[in-house]
């Protein structure tokens, strides 16, 4: 999934060329990954969402560099285009509000299929996905 987070990145940046990227394209290159992951998989893709939702709140040490070993590269890659595509957000800022959309990315992975009150319409993977795209492009773009 972060090979394809990384490589959706470089298509975002090379379409951009010297402009600045679309805080859009780049939340995407984020978001769609995972989501398309968690509809390729089977019942066995909800269970490595818990136990990563596990690892992250019960970490040993040996999980804890694991991870980092895992997410270091495209935590930097993100911090930078992300910067490149707001420029007067500071690192801390950036980081803060990548990890309240992680946050929301990763509640949505976990409840997507329940929790839904009768009275909210049914939309589709794809509106879902541009949903939560917008959501985490106006948290970003907050004052």
């Known amino acids: 999934m972060n ?3 990384l ?7 090379k379409s951009a060329g010297r402009r600045i990227p679309k805080l859009e394209a780049v939340l995407e290159a984020f978001i769609r990954p995972a989501l398309q992951s968690s509809l390729k ?3 066995g893709g909800t269970a490595f969402s818990k136990l990563f939702g ?12 694991l991870l980092k070993r895992q997410f270091e590269p495209l935590v930097q890659r ?3 285009a992300l ?3 707001l420029p007067h957000l500071s690192r801390s800022e950036i980081f803060w ?4 959309t992680y946050g929301a990315l ?3 992975l976990l409840t997507k299929d329940k929790f839904r009150p009768a009275w909210v319409e049914d939309v589709d993977v794809e509106t879902q996905t541009q949903k939560l795209i917008s959501f985490a492009a106006a948290g970003f773009r907050a004052a």
């Open 83 to 85: 910067k490149k595509a």
């Open 41 to 43: 998989a089977s019942k």
């Open 106 to 108: 990763h509640h949505w």
């Open 3 to 5: 090979e394809a987070r």
């Open 7 to 13: 490589a959706a990145l470089d298509r975002v940046e």
């Open 54 to 65: 596990r690892c992250l709140s019960e970490p040993s040490p040996e999980v804890v560099v």
């Open 97 to 100: 509000r990548m990890k309240f």
């Open 78 to 80: 993100m911090d930078s």
